[in-house]
């Protein structure tokens, strides 16, 4: 028998956390923990509002567990079996998962990289680090309190209507720097991207690396209009959860942000990374805004991303866990 508990984390942030679609400056992740045979493994879920995910959805989804069998899902198996039977968010579904996975491997003493089967992860994984969307007069002194300079790889999040100025500053503070631009949809078709796009090869000093889901996922066939047109390679995020056709995402993408959360579980995060290289594109491995018990657990499986964006950790302002440390822009677990 498992006993499993569910507790909730009040993470006030270190800043205004604004991307095209919110804005907050505290979030609610929840943390699970399955203990079997006095031996506990915790996970950790980080509802998203893209997929109508809340604290109280998620807490009502495992109440509902709970009342029909949780405490006997003693394996994967058995959890996947009651999965299907009663559906749950994503968050919820990894934060399952990964309690019962680092439960099961502390109980057979194996590292739980070796125990999911995957190759083992770096004792430092280098990071980007995330810009959220400010005004352009703010960036200057935001790079600096931050000491954003550390990092080799720049995420910065952008809306339509003031990336460019936004993404100049950026450049005139760190020139030359690597950027990864993150538009979680916010442009609204594939002829404003581009001209976007032309704009931005203007700009002295801007180096765009990477230009992460710059549409809304329905818009298929303007991202395969887009993706022979640009210079920038595309990775895809809101267009990759749990499942995607990859033969379709290649003729839409370069790469494919895989998040845990998002994947709902090591099983299918581990697969879609897998899957993005075998099609011949770039795997990164992203997350939300988590403490360092969901960072720890995606660093579990690094070994199988190119490209980390593992940055959460760095946006909550009192983290609660120490599983994870910051050195120099590079990762590195303490447990």
Request: glycine share 6%.
């Amino acid at each position: 028998m498992t006993t499993w508990t569910l507790t909730a984390y009040e993470l006030p942030l270190r800043f205004l956390w604004k991307i095209s679609r919110n804005a907050s400056a505290s979030k609610t992740n929840l943390v699970l923990q399955a203990t079997q045979a006095g031996t506990s493994g915790r996970g950790e879920a980080a509802p998203n509002v893209r997929y109508d995910e809340t604290p109280a959805l998620l807490q009502a989804q495992f109440d509902d567990l709970l009342a029909h069998g949780l405490a006997q899902v003693d394996t994967l198996a058995d959890l996947t079996a009651l999965l299907a039977a009663r559906p749950v968010a994503h968050a919820l579904r990894f934060a399952l998962e990964s309690a019962l996975t680092h439960c099961l491997a502390a109980r057979a003493g194996q590292p739980v990289w070796q125990w999911l089967g995957v190759p083992p992860p770096g004792p430092r994984v280098a990071t980007a680090f995330t810009l959220p969307i400010m005004e352009p007069g703010e960036v200057a002194a935001f790079i600096a309190a931050q000491q954003a300079a550390r990092f080799g790889l720049l995420k910065v999040k952008v809306n339509q209507e003031g990336a460019l100025d936004l993404l100049r500053t950026v450049a005139a503070a760190l020139p030359g720097r690597p950027l990864l631009v993150d538009g979680n949809e916010a442009w609204a078709d594939a002829d404003s991207l581009l001209r976007f796009l032309e704009n931005a090869a203007a700009v002295p000093g801007l180096r765009l690396r990477l230009l992460e889901q710059p549409l809304p996922a329905a818009l298929a066939a303007d991202y395969r209009y887009l993706r022979p047109r640009v210079a920038v390679p595309l990775l895809a995020d809101e267009s990759v959860t749990d499942e995607a056709d990859f033969a379709e995402i290649a003729r839409q993408f370069h790469g494919v942000n895989v998040k845990l959360m998002k994947a709902g579980g090591y099983q299918r995060g581990i697969e879609l990374l897998r899957q993005t290289r075998a099609h011949g594109l770039l795997p990164m491995l992203g997350c939300m805004v988590e403490t360092s018990l969901g960072i720890w657990s995606a660093l579990q499986i690094s070994a199988l991303a190119d490209v980390h964006d593992l940055d959460g950790i760095l946006v909550v302002r009192d983290e609660p866990f120490g599983l994870v440390q910051e050195q120099n822009g590079e990762l590195v677990p303490v447990a």
